[in-house]
């Protein structure tokens, strides 16, 4: 876990796919890849409720990631700053071990070039004190960058006012 | 060095404020406009996909004239002058034998249509349309039925409302980003949110009670709602006697529509009818009924929307948070409005061809009825109209049936296209005028309605790419080349800004700061005590005298739709969150997200024609007939099938959009005279079409 977090809020969440231009636009994605994608589980009934919700699936930045044991040129890193695990294109030699990997499905084929791209949680930004593209755009908010211990608090806050309200 | 510009979107018609980072000459970045706190720095994927269009090549990049017959697909590059003179000679002899008002221009409306209004004014010509007869104008008329006052005559605080109540209004899918951020606020305060429709689109995800409706029976719902509110003494009494006129005929009217009545159109339980009765009743005033927004769908559509519209009067929601407002002018905050462009042209005379506004007195003459043109051009009655601006519009996209369209658009002298993209219409162009993206171009002032009224500016991020130009160059440039430069004496927008700007006391550096300037900091109310309707009595009207001397009776008795026989279903159709209609399918980013489309059918009755899940069916409609991927589902209505719209398309050089999926339009056939006759708009969801295996 690095020490960032992107949060979802599932119940703000739309479905709209902001996250995901956002990140092709700012990132050069190319075509067929995707370093952020909202996975649609749905719809299926919950009460009366046809429900479709969209899981966020980035890369959860490991502690010890999959991906960076399996590189065998030392082209996928973690950055010792702060966990943010990314590619360092000039050393990729396209050889798919970490997407073999990575229990996810994270790291991305960039068809056109021959190597491998991935979230690194747009780190440019990250290091201006800002939030990634996906954060930062995300139509009604339902993403936030946090801390681990910031999502920790906000979840621990909603449950209490919920068991109050009950209450 | 990275520069910031404040400026408006243009990615869909909703047009939010937005912030474009350019850095050496290259857009770099677009976000929200925080500087509104309602946008933050929140952008819809649409909004995001503008860097994708200002640098995709396949888009308009310079002036053309059609190099074979129309729609041979063949054209030839030309110098805005060759293609100005193209158009001023055509226009020229029109002009001399039928005179200005055979000119006519359609649009998709909006803040900036008021220059474009201003050019057709200034050739003497009154028919200027847009797109509305697809899209609001029963909800508008309707609404003027009621209140007097048009479709966005009233505005909803979503944020602050305990009930929100949609008919097929997709919300969180046809969305505009300030309004579906207050809406999810509102679903995550615990808002109830009732949504109808035929098939769960997201937002049904997103409510605290679905209802699938049978398709076409919307009114019948809304009757039983009234008959239970009205019977149960469910509304509030003090507003509407305070407010309403006309409450005795609805009462006389309403009385044979009851829930258990309702129950077999519509498939919904009675019961169910009368608890959300009591539930919204319960929660008045900070109750919205949504009156629909894109409501050309059925042909009582128009009267289903005017029951909304008394729904929301018998829940006293008009002027208070969570309900509806008056959205407030700049008159409301002290200060004069935008001066118009047209204001110092002169005044036509001619009348409408379309008949709206004299021969339909209902209908006002603002837009007009598009699909009454193709009237118009097809009978050359009541006076022939031989040139058609098309901007930025794409009729052969947005309306049905596009062979029959083309039958009759092809009795026309001349056929000018101005847009960004290559639109289907483009393609049946005789000249076409590329314009800038919104980033590329700079725009007329625009007023912004609201609780805190005021202006806002879309400025310019960049130079143009490729041969284009904005839309003002290209209404002052011909409008000069037609001896009316007297009322186009632009030279640049600042000679417009200033224009505009005149009486508001305000300067054009004013924007810099925001992109927008606020004329009140605190949002302006109404003492509600004291409410004016723009009626004839000043009251809301359940009774239309205006509609009724038209033979339209205030309220119609309710007929059953059309049954579908076996293999038959209705054709519906409807958006995503993350396409403009039809105006982004082959944008770099957005065909990633929905490279086509697929058609959503009932699994127990696509299982009865042996149809399995994700197999290819073929789809047919009186001679017209595609292949599409079946998607088989318990949430449609086994009596409709449902396609989204802006696939199928048929211009090559969209690559990525060319031929992928089926276009809903031109299954419809015949609908260009099937609408709604007492609201205006096109009813398209009355075709069906016969579903087999392929």
Redesign the interface.
């Known amino acids: 876990m690095s020490n960032y977090f992107v949060e979802q809020?599932l119940?703000?969440c739309?479905?709209?796919?902001?996250c995901?231009?956002?990140c092709?636009?700012?990132n050069s994605v190319p075509?067929?890849a995707f370093y952020c994608k909202m996975i649609p589980v749905?719809?299926r009934m919950i009460g009366?409720?046809?429900?479709?919700?969209h899981v966020y699936m980035a890369c959860f930045h490991c502690e010890r990631p999959w991906c960076v044991d399996a590189c065998p040129t030392g082209a996928m890193q973690r950055r010792p700053e702060d966990g943010i695990v990314f590619v360092e294109e000039d050393l990729c030699v396209g050889c798919k071990a970490c997407m073999k990997a990575c229990p996810w499905g994270v790291p991305q084929w960039n068809a056109d070039t021959g190597k491998v791209g991935k979230c690194d949680l747009c780190k440019d930004r990250v290091d201006q004190g800002l939030s990634p593209a996906c954060v930062?755009?995300?139509?009604?908010?339902a993403l936030k960058f946090v801390t681990p211990g910031e999502a920790s608090l906000k979840r621990r806050k909603e449950f209490a006012e919920e068991m109050v309200k009950g209450a | 060095m990275t520069s910031s510009t404040y400026s408006i979107c243009g990615m869909c018609a909703v047009r939010c404020p937005i912030r474009v980072e350019v850095r050496d000459g290259e857009v770099t970045w677009i976000e929200g406009n925080s500087n509104d706190p309602g946008m933050g720095t929140s952008l819809c994927a649409k909004g995001i996909a503008g860097r994708a269009l200002l640098y995709d090549h396949e888009r308009l990049q310079y002036p053309m004239i059609r190099d074979g017959e129309r729609g041979s697909g063949k054209w030839k590059q030309v110098s805005w002058d060759e293609a100005y003179d193209y158009i001023t000679s055509k226009l020229k002899d029109i002009m001399a034998k039928h005179g200005g008002k055979a000119i006519m221009l359609s649009d998709r409306g909006g803040p900036f249509a008021d220059m474009r209004k201003a050019f057709l004014k200034a050739l003497g010509s009154p028919n200027y349309c847009n797109h509305d007869c697809t899209c609001g104008r029963n909800t508008h008329h309707a609404s003027k039925s009621v209140y007097g006052l048009g479709r966005t005559g009233l505005g909803y605080d979503f944020k602050n409302a305990k009930h929100i109540v949609l008919f097929g209004r997709n919300m969180v899918e046809s969305f505009k980003v300030k309004e579906v951020k207050a809406f999810m606020q509102a679903v995550k305060n615990g808002a109830k949110v009732t949504y109808i429709d035929p098939r769960a689109a997201l937002t049904a995800s997103k409510s605290t009670r679905y209802w699938q409706i049978r398709p076409g029976t919307d009114y019948a719902l809304l009757l039983s709602m009234v008959n239970v509110i009205l019977k149960r003494g469910l509304y509030d009494k003090q507003f509407v006697k305070k407010y309403v006129t006309g409450l005795s005929e609805l009462n006389k009217f309403i009385s044979g529509y009851t829930p258990k009545w309702a129950e077999k159109e519509t498939g919904i339980p009675a019961d169910e009818i009368v608890q959300f009765c009591k539930e919204v009743s319960a929660d008045k005033p900070h109750v919205i009924f949504h009156p629909g927004w894109h409501l050309s769908r059925y042909t009582d559509s128009f009267y289903a929307s005017r029951m909304i519209h008394i729904l929301n009067c018998l829940m006293g929601n008009i002027e208070v948070p969570g309900g509806q407002f008056f959205p407030k002018t700049p008159k409301d905050a002290g200060y004069k409005g935008l001066k118009s462009l047209g204001a110092d042209i002169p005044k036509v005379d001619e009348k409408r061809a379309d008949g709206c506004g004299w021969k339909y007195k209902r209908f006002d003459g603002g837009p007009g009825l598009l699909q009454l043109m193709y009237e118009v051009i097809d009978t050359g009655e009541p006076y022939p109209v031989k040139a058609y601006f098309i901007v930025r519009h794409d009729p052969l996209l947005a309306m049905p049936d596009p062979e029959e369209q083309k039958r009759i658009l092809n009795k026309l002298d001349l056929i000018v296209v101005v847009d960004v993209n290559y639109s289907e219409s483009f393609g049946f162009a005789d000249v076409v005028l590329p314009e800038s993206t919104y980033l590329e171009r700079d725009t007329i002032m625009r007023t912004d309605k609201g609780l805190k009224p005021g202006f806002s500016r879309r400025k310019k991020a960049i130079e143009p790419i490729y041969d284009t130009k904005a839309g003002w160059q290209i209404w002052t440039e011909l409008a000069q080349r037609l001896g009316k430069g007297e009322y186009f004496p632009y030279k640049s927008i600042e000679d417009i800004w200033n224009y505009q700007l005149q009486d508001t006391g305000l300067k054009i550096e004013d924007f810099e700061e925001k992109g927008f300037v606020q004329l009140s900091s605190k949002p302006i109310w109404y003492d509600r005590d004291k409410l004016k309707f723009p009626t004839e009595s000043g009251k809301i009207e359940f009774v239309s005298k205006k509609f009724e001397e038209e033979g339209i009776p205030s309220f119609k008795p309710y007929e059953p739709p059309k049954k579908p026989s076996e293999g038959e279903f209705r054709l519906l159709f409807g958006r995503t969150g993350y396409q403009t209609h039809g105006q982004t399918t082959n944008n770099p980013i957005i065909s990633e997200l929905m490279g086509t489309n697929c058609l959503w059918i009932n699994k127990e009755a696509a299982e009865r024609l042996g149809i399995s899940d994700g197999q290819e069916v073929e789809l047919v409609n009186n001679g017209i007939s595609g292949k599409i991927t079946a998607r088989l589902t318990d949430f449609i209505h086994p009596e409709a099938v449902f396609m989204l719209h802006g696939y199928g398309r048929t211009i090559p050089f969209q690559t990525r959009a060319y031929k992928k999926g089926l276009a809903d339009q031109a299954f419809m056939k015949g609908l260009l005279k099937v609408w709604d006759k007492a609201g205006g708009s096109i009813a398209l969801c009355e075709s069906f079409v016969k579903v087999m295996p392929a």
């Open positions: 809020d119940t703000l739309i479905g709209c796919l902001a995901e231009a956002a092709k636009d700012k075509e067929g749905g719809p009366n409720i046809p429900v479709v919700q930062t755009k995300c139509t009604t908010g």
